[in-house]
């Protein structure tokens, strides 16, 4: 009996019918405006069907919290009905939607936010050679964007979604103000470890009361995050052990860590016994599921996973082969198309936006 194919259920009561889930990835297909595309729509459709769950490219939730052009947008109630569509194409045949929520912080720059400065914890630019120096929020605009954090799960209930996930990952908003590269802030907000957790703890809260507040059923609140930053001062591994454990104790019903490639270890050296996957599933100790991502394109790599998280996030080989579950519950793994060719592009509802944006992320899957 093969792991992957077993359900799995949250704590608000969703079951997912198996332990494959798409990772959340942006493919820069929406129009200006955050509203959803048909080409967004097709793309999702044909992962959809045979995993348990697909979890959007992330969407910003308010507007000087968008990343990039052609990003979802879940600000404005007018997003709804398009996303509502985006979330009936997803569950065909029983795959869940959930929608990834987020608020860029100082990842993105004044042309994305037409002329305005992007804002985060504090007045710190990204190491990025582009990034700009941000504007430091105010508490009571940090208030605002922790109103909009529930402002976007409502809307996404809404519009039918079966969750959201939490984008704490991969240096945005959320991880600015975790993160002591980001937030060098004196008041509620920063100063010590559990200070800096001060707004992810505050989101958490909100998002999950909106969900327990409203007539919705099965609705589920999920968390992603990244476990080491490499600038200094930065995330160590110490402080996500320090964060799952604090998370696991919330009402989120999973934590999502972001990785490149499921087998890596930590970075600091009293850490190199097990991989961050494994030590992150020990310190959690069964209060909450976990899920694990990165290079999981065999189903060798997803039981191999699966001994330790609960369920596997697929991302790149869904891109190049939308039918991979099908295929490997068939014995047919010889016939996974693990790289994309212009010429099946098309085919793979990868639109132009999303192509030049690919051929950045993925050289290596590229024919
Ligand atoms: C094109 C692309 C877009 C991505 N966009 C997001 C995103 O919107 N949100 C997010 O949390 N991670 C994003 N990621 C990271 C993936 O979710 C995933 O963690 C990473 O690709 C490793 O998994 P994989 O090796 O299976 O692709 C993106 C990755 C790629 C390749």
Do not use: C
């Not at 949250?10 to 959340?24: E, Q, Y």
């Not at 507007?63 to 569509?85: F, T, Y």
């Not at 590269?181 to 010590?192: K, T």
Request: aromatic share 8%.
């Amino acid at each position: 009996m093969m792991k992957m194919t077993e359900p799995i259920t949250f704590r608000r009561g969703l079951t997912l019918k198996n332990r494959i889930v798409m990772a959340p990835m942006t493919v820069k297909m929406s129009f200006y405006d955050g509203i959803v595309t048909d080409d967004e729509i097709a793309y999702y459709q044909m992962r959809a069907g045979a995993i348990g769950a697909i979890i959007t490219g992330a969407a910003n939730v308010q507007p000087n919290g968008k990343g990039w052009e052609g990003e979802l947008g879940v600000d404005d109630d007018k997003q709804i009905p398009r996303l509502a569509k985006l979330a009936s194409a997803i569950q065909t045949n029983g795959t869940k939607a959930i929608l990834q929520i987020f608020h860029a912080g100082r990842m993105t720059d004044s042309s994305v936010l037409r002329g305005k400065t992007p804002v985060s914890a504090s007045a710190v630019p990204t190491h990025k050679e582009w990034g700009e120096v941000p504007r430091e929020m105010s508490h009571e605009e940090i208030l605002a964007v922790i109103d909009n954090y529930a402002k976007a799960t409502r809307r996404a209930i809404q519009a039918g979604f079966d969750g959201v996930e939490l984008h704490g990952a991969n240096l945005y908003l959320i991880q600015q103000f975790f993160s002591p590269h980001s937030n060098i802030r004196e008041d509620m907000w920063g100063g010590s470890l559990e200070k800096r957790y001060t707004f992810i703890d505050q989101v958490v809260s909100a998002v999950t009361k909106v969900v327990d507040d409203s007539e919705v059923e099965n609705f589920i609140v999920g968390f992603r995050f990244s476990p080491e930053e490499f600038t200094e001062p930065g995330i160590r591994f110490t402080d996500a052990l320090y964060l799952v454990d604090q998370l696991a104790d919330t009402s989120l019903d999973y934590l999502h860590v972001s990785l490149r490639d499921y087998q890596k270890k930590p970075e600091l050296p009293a850490y190199q016994e097990k991989t961050i996957v494994e030590y992150l599933a020990e310190k959690i100790a069964g209060r909450i599921p976990l899920i694990g991502v990165g290079e999981v394109t065999t189903q060798e790599d997803a039981e191999k996973l699966l001994t330790t998280a609960d369920i596997a996030a697929l991302g790149k080989i869904l891109l190049s082969e939308p039918n991979w579950y099908n295929k490997v519950i068939h014995q047919q793994e010889d016939l996974i198309r693990h790289k994309i060719s212009s010429y099946d592009r098309e085919e793979l509802h990868i639109s132009n936006g999303a192509w030049g944006f690919l051929i950045d992320r993925m050289a290596d899957r590229i024919d």
